[in-house]
């Protein structure tokens, strides 16, 4: 596997081994197109190093591929592969804005939101379908904090919505 | 219409085209007076070039505008009013902060908590009664990164909360 | 009550009192061991001087110290009790992280996500158990921007998530 090394020379020096894109070409994962926003809106903001992500959703083009509730309508499984999904769409975001993943120098956050119907859900399962893709991809030294929250219902009445900003590197 | 060019001198130099206030006066917009937290907490804190706003809600003075849940006590009509109205109360707080929404130089994310009963609210609809005046005020080239969820109840029992975080420049 | 004093050298001068760690030790308070994740993610990333942290949960050890909704199975003194049970979380992963919570500049945001059943929970009471924490430690001229959501349900059932973004000086 080649790796790179790049030296941040700003405040913060940090040492950054960009593989994602090896490490996503390895697994034989091919991204869908970036999903273009309906409205008022953008795919992703940047500020500074930080790069804010639009609610990423389980669609295909731009239909969802998981409608319901996580413990109602969908098992947890369905639940996690709808976060697997999620997370597929927002790193062809992420490749679409910066040209490519390898630009990335840490997920800083996320958040998995997971349409539920009340208790009794294993939602850090569920969220784990999201988490570990992008373990896999950017590398443990890259892992986010994660935040899940069990909602009420999501746009379209999909399953997830992540809330992702990563840190981005020049 | 009068447009102001300001250089940012930082890290990252970008043009940015100031005239927010001149659309809002143009579209004879008349905002609230900011709105004053009632407890541990303050109206937004500025961190670098990032303005974190406290959650913005449908209220006048310090009264709810609008009680209940989209899809059921109030309809999706009344919830996009229900997220103008917190957005009129957002660019009041952005102005005390930083005396002028033209030290905007981005809109970088909204998040839209939206009260629901279930499934079946056409959230993307709701959320665009804040995305849309954000446009409008600050112009395509700032739209924010977004996200929309459905949630049980909110504070106040208000159909609407804003998270919102802009960038500043000085 | 000893203060330091420390001028931070970059783009944005502030003065920064710390005495977080004083505040703590004159109120008696002891923190948890910091809480370990169990999957893919990590308790805290610093990206610049933003410390996000993972959602903080009212657990003590790897279990949870309350279960069930506000309003439902917890009274709303309960929620506020795991609202602040969570945030002395907050400050060990914070210290785990710093070495000290004297070197955190501005607590940026605060979301309190509650559990609840539906609507009539006085939501910014149950906030406060972690505001008022906060504040009490970092003191009023650090206080935080905050939300407060409703929602369906949160991990191992508990009735409150913590949501926090610091600034942190070096």
Known sequence: ??????????????????NAENRLAAAGIQLPPA?????????AVRSG?????TGML???GHKPKYVGRV???????????????AALNALAVVREQLGSLDRISRVVRLTVYIAVAGAGVDQPA???????????VFGEDKMSARLVIGVA???LDVPIELELIFEASD
């Not at 999903?35 to 795919?43: D, E, I, L, R, T």
């Not at 413990?71 to 639940?79: A, F, S, V």
């Open 1 to 18: 596997m080649q790796e790179a090394l790049h030296v941040d020379g700003g405040a913060h020096n940090r040492q950054i081994v960009t």
């Open 71 to 85: 413990g109602k309508e969908l098992t947890g499984e369905q639940g996690r592969s709808a976060a697997y999904t």
């Open 126 to 136: 569920v969220a784990d379908g999201a988490s570990v893709l992008l373990r896999d």
């Open 153 to 155: 219902s999501l746009p």
């Open 58 to 60: 389980p669609t295909l």
């Open 35 to 43: 999903v273009a926003p309906f409205g008022a809106y953008v795919p």
């Open 49 to 53: 190093d930080l790069l804010f992500l």
